[in-house]
């Protein structure tokens, strides 16, 4: 068990431009759950695969926002036209069936 | 509305004393509840939770909950502090059935520790 492992763990960029980040789950799980977290809040729920499908999205995800989990394995969230309202840790989690959720640490994301 | 309300934004106690967080939460159904901890920079473990069952439930690293269903509360205690537990301690409520087990969360509540 690697646990589950996010890239890059910093993105800084300018507003405008388009970021990826990566995410890889834990191997056997099934589920994986992408969050965001501002300073100071708990974390808020962006989207939910299983398998390879995309089941839930929150309606914090704008058109701006993308997500994929090509072949069920790893993950990848896209955000097009960056804008600073986008600043936030990234967090991926992954699970197997109702199991609790093991998190990465996070892609900070900046936006200068 | 679905919701977890932790009430003490920022706590601080002296190491070795006990610890108690605060966590109430309102959900429609039979919650999955959570503990978790985050330091600085870093993503969140796991520190226990509740399905069904024993309502005290035990923990990582010496915590402890108890589950109480009239109070709508799942408090953290620890009965000796140790310096590194000082973090960011949130709490968590999901479905206990279903495919999106998307967790709802509170604020967090930081945990200073003097020496």
């Known amino acids: 068990d690697t646990g589950v492992s996010q890239d890059p763990r910093h993105k800084i960029t300018k507003r405008g431009q388009n970021v990826t980040f990566r995410c890889d789950p834990i191997?056997?799980?099934?589920?994986l759950y992408w969050y965001r977290q501002t300073l100071g809040q708990g974390p808020e729920f962006l989207t939910y695969f299983q398998n390879e499908a995309q089941l839930e999205k929150s309606r914090l995800l704008s058109d701006r926002f993308s997500a994929e989990r090509p072949k069920g394995s790893f993950s990848t969230l896209e955000i097009q036209r960056t804008e600073q309202g986008d600043s936030a840790m990234y967090l991926c989690?992954?699970?197997?069936?109702?199991?609790?959720?093991?998190f990465g640490d996070g892609t900070r994301l900046s936006i200068l | 509305a679905q919701s977890v309300t932790q009430p003490d934004i920022h706590i601080t106690v002296s190491e070795g004393a006990s610890l108690e967080l605060r966590c109430n939460y309102s959900?429609?159904?039979?919650?999955?509840l959570f503990w978790y901890v985050q330091s600085p920079g870093q993503g969140l473990q796991l520190l226990l939770k509740y399905f069904s069952g024993d309502t005290l439930v035990q923990g990582i690293k010496g915590f402890e909950a108890e589950f109480k269903r009239s109070q709508s509360s799942f408090n953290l205690r620890k009965p000796s502090v140790h310096w590194s537990d000082a973090a960011e301690y949130f709490c968590?409520?999901?479905?206990?059935?279903?495919?999106?087990?998307?967790?709802?969360w509170g604020l967090g509540t930081s945990l200073g520790v003097n020496p």
């Open positions: 968590a409520v999901g479905p206990n059935a279903g495919n999106n087990r998307k967790l709802i």
């Open positions: 989690a992954s699970s197997w069936g109702g199991e609790p959720q093991h």
């Open positions: 191997s056997e799980h099934n589920r």
């Open positions: 959900y429609g159904a039979t919650p999955y």
